[in-house]
């Protein structure tokens, strides 16, 4: 192919293309379970996350609440992802060798926010940052000040001796893979994406570009500004007891379900329907999760000593929530 601006041009939109379907085919579970946040500046300053308030009976003049200042902060990042191609191999008509590779770019930016917000997760309940390719995810903190999965989160209203009280997300009394419950209800979720700007793909595709003078390589990448924190404590909770074992996740539930607003009312997770309730899984744990919420009838007994059979038992936790098995988490 000869090398012109046209053929260049009507070539690189072709790639372009090529990299929406790749963006498009990409499984991604992000905006299930987090609250999608734009920002306009290097870092977004979050002052409504933590204390919540409850209503009384208006008896009297009203009550102001008083309300615990937070400054809980996200900082923007960049990140890229960019291969290079030959001229030869263009001028030489080879650049369908190419269309993988930038398949796969758009496949990397539409999995890219799981990457942080699952690899977040995971260095929660390791207590030390989590390498994931070229990312490093640090251990990620709530407005209280506490990793986000804590055995003590405090809750209730400020200068309120009588209010206060602490609540766990976390069961660490196990010795096996992690696993997490996620509420995906509410408006505000248990994470947050931020985004300043948009994943954008640049291109490198001019004859007089510097690299191509010098190394004969044209340019393809993606970048975005963008990074994940924590939203809502309160509506996650994270396990590494047996989950073969129904009974460890039904007290995870009952665990999560317990907790309480500063108001001392209920929080309300789990109320919500089983498509905004997320079981979050590693692959190591993706069969006993699917006969967990899949199986219809689990194993029982019945008899006493000495005449013990096994009977099939209707699976109380069939479809009481929504499977996601992610790879970030290994």
Request: hydrophobic share 40%.
């Amino acid at each position: 192919m000869e090398v012109s601006a046209q053929n260049l041009t009507t070539l690189f939109t072709g790639f372009d293309m090529i990299f929406q379907k790749g963006f498009e085919a990409a499984p991604s579970y992000y905006e299930k379970i987090c609250s999608i946040v734009p920002s306009s500046t290097s870092q977004t300053i979050y002052p409504w996350l933590g204390r919540t308030t409850g209503f009384r009976e208006w008896v009297g003049d009203r009550v102001m609440q008083t309300l615990e200042a937070h400054t809980y902060t996200i900082v923007n990042k960049t990140f890229e992802d960019t291969i290079s191609l030959e001229r030869e191999r263009i001028e030489d008509d080879q650049y369908g060798v190419y269309a993988p590779a930038v398949e796969l770019l758009g496949w990397d930016a539409k999995t890219h926010p799981d990457q942080l917000v699952f690899g977040m997760m995971k260095a929660a309940v390791t207590g030390a940052p989590v390498t994931i390719g070229k990312i490093t995810v640090p251990v990620p903190t709530c407005y209280d000040g506490l990793n986000l999965y804590a055995a003590a989160h405090p809750a209730g209203l400020a200068g309120e001796a009588s209010s206060s009280a602490t609540y766990s997300n976390v069961n660490s009394t196990g010795t096996g893979a992690w696993w997490f419950l996620v509420d995906g209800a509410r408006p505000i979720k248990p994470f947050i994406f931020q985004k300043r700007r948009e994943y954008a793909v640049s291109r490198m595709n001019t004859v007089t570009d510097e690299a191509v003078f010098s190394q004969r390589l044209f340019r393809y990448g993606v970048d975005v500004r963008c990074n994940a924190g924590v939203g809502l404590w309160q509506l996650t909770y994270a396990a590494n007891t047996d989950l073969s074992n129904p009974a460890n996740y039904g007290a995870a539930v009952a665990a999560l379900r317990s907790i309480k607003s500063d108001a001392g009312v209920p929080f309300g997770a789990w109320n919500g329907p089983p498509t905004t309730r997320f079981l979050v899984v590693p692959p190591s744990l993706e069969e006993v999760a699917r006969q967990l919420l899949h199986a219809t009838f689990g194993a029982g007994t019945t008899g006493g000593a000495g005449a013990i059979s096994t009977i099939p038992m209707a699976n109380i936790y069939l479809n009481d929530a929504t499977l996601i098995v992610s790879e970030w988490l290994s």
